[in-house]
T-cell receptor
Framework: AQSVTQLGSHVSVSEGALVLLRCNYSSSVPPYLFWYVQYPNQGLQLLLKYTSAATLVKGINGFEAEFKKSETSFHLTKPSAHMSDAAEYFC???????????FGQGTRLTINP | DGGITQSPKYLFRKEGQNVTLSCEQN?????MYWYRQDPGQGLRLIYY???????QKGDIAEGYSVSREKKESFPLTVTSAQKNPTAFYLC?????????????FGSGTRLTVV
């Protein structure tokens, strides 16, 4: 069964520092992978997606993620954190023929001034 | 603008009551989904529907029911059989067979048992 594991339920970085949020997937075939962002009391917004094209995927708000098959990873990065990046981030994978999204546990990102 | 509308944003339920959460989309998406979100547990799938008049149980369907009489609407009823209904509920949709494009989410309904 396809699933995702996010390492670290809470990550804290200083404003201007590198953001790195970790996601590993479990799949026997290259999956479709996603990163979503959620601001307090709101729905989820798609940041970026990997669909077997380029392994380095660029998303909105300066985020990007690299698909590494050898490491079964899809980590999310941003070179310089901004206060507005404080939110919860979810990694997700498509599962099954019904195209259901399966989510990781989420990582709460805090930005320190 | 196209999107998904969930209502109400906040809902309070007394013990033993059924409540219905509304989800409407004008994206012409075939598939719709209901997720439950609890702190530290990510999102868990309750029910999903790929076409009108058909729906499937997700991972935590017990105590919930749905209907899909119209393409645009996918209401979720939280029944009295759901023992711990306090949570944040999210509705989503996608073009059927195009889940790889990602889902579009509503802004959620926060349900609290009082």
């Amino acid at each position: 069964a396809q699933s995702v594991t996010q390492l670290g339920s809470h990550v804290s970085v200083s404003e201007g520092a590198l953001v790195l949020l970790r996601c590993n997937y479990s799949s026997s075939v290259p999956p479709y992978l996603f990163w979503y962002v959620q601001y307090p009391n709101q729905g989820l917004q798609l940041l970026l997606k990997y669909t077997s094209a380029a392994t380095l995927v660029k998303g909105i708000n300066g985020f990007e993620a690299e698909f590494k098959k050898s490491e079964t990873s899809f980590h999310l990065t941003k070179p310089s954190a901004h206060m507005s990046d404080a939110a919860e981030y979810f990694c997700a994978v498509i599962k099954g023929g019904a195209q259901k999204l399966v989510f990781g546990q989420g990582t709460r990102l805090t930005i320190n001034p | 603008d196209g999107g998904i509308t969930q209502s109400p944003k906040y809902l309070f339920r007394k013990e033993g009551q059924n409540v219905t959460l509304s989800c409407e989309q004008n994206l012409n998406h075939d598939a719709m989904y209901w997720y439950r979100q609890d702190p530290g547990q990510g999102l868990r799938l309750i029910y999903y529907s790929q076409i009108v008049n058909d729906f499937q149980k997700g991972d935590i369907a017990e105590g919930y029911s749905v209907s899909r009489e119209k393409k645009e609407s996918f209401p979720l009823t939280v029944t009295s059989a759901q023992k711990n209904p306090t949570a944040f509920y999210l509705c989503a949709s996608s073009t059927n067979g195009q889940g790889a494009g990602g889902y579009t989410f509503g802004s959620g309904t926060r349900l609290t048992v009082v």
